[in-house]
């Protein structure tokens, strides 16, 4: 994980292939669906969808064989996202929902909110971007309260905040009147992610709050500074 968040992302790989690999001659189905899990969310992000869905199906097989419902919840929700990716809404969407309700009798926090920010991301790919913002913004909530460690929060904060900018930005393309309230809230939680993503040298992080902090401002018709950033 620390490796993909440095965008060490060929070493990333390596090490989450000597993983599955490790779980598999141990007998360890649910650390086989974890190193996949991480695997293909690694595609996932360097766009490689493809390569994403195959550690997915070849995951697949095993889960059968899982009782960790927090395991199968997170290959699940990266399989599903990535089937929305990539164009199969109907079968991905059907995953996504069926790890919603998974969470209902999951105790394990980070897999809840890996499978609430799936659907967000999932709806967000779909250009459904006020829906997406809304369930981005409650995946952060459960995040922020229950007990999760700092660098999955840091996640569910940069994640909603792309989105909040993201459905501003689509408002002023619409001609809508844009909520302030919200605009200054999105912005000071970008910064705040930002100096947080410096201070871990997280270049993944940095980039995208920046990226968001000039959609805002080009929000706010702030060219000079939306080109800045």
Request: charge should be negative.
């Amino acid at each position: 994980m620390r490796l993909d968040w440095e965008c060490r992302t060929g070493e990333a790989l390596g090490a989450g292939e000597a993983a599955y690999e490790a779980a598999l001659e141990a007998g360890d189905v649910a650390g086989a669906l974890r190193a996949s899990h991480r695997l293909a969310l690694i595609h996932f992000n360097k766009e490689s969808l493809a390569e994403g869905l195959k550690i997915c199906i070849r995951a697949e097989t095993r889960l059968r064989y899982c009782q960790d419902q927090a395991a199968v919840i997170s290959l699940q929700s990266i399989h599903g996202g990535l089937l929305v990716a990539l164009g199969d809404l109907e079968t991905g969407f059907a995953l996504l929902t069926d790890c919603q309700k998974r969470t209902k009798s999951c105790t394990d926090p980070l897999a809840n909110r890996r499978a609430r920010t799936a659907y967000a991301v999932a709806l967000f790919d779909t250009k459904d971007f006020d829906r997406a913002a809304e369930a981005a913004a409650e995946s952060l909530d459960y995040a922020e309260t229950s007990c999760l460690a700092k660098g999955s929060v840091l996640i569910a904060r940069s994640i909603a905040g792309r989105m909040a900018a993201r459905a501003l930005g689509e408002h002023r393309l619409a001609g809508r009147e844009l909520d302030t309230i919200l605009l200054s809230r999105t912005e000071a939680q970008l910064r705040s992610i930002l100096t947080d993503a410096q201070a871990e040298n997280l270049p993944y992080e940095i980039a995208e709050c920046h990226c968001y902090l000039g959609l805002l401002a080009w929000t706010c018709s702030e060219d000079a500074a939306a080109a800045a950033h």
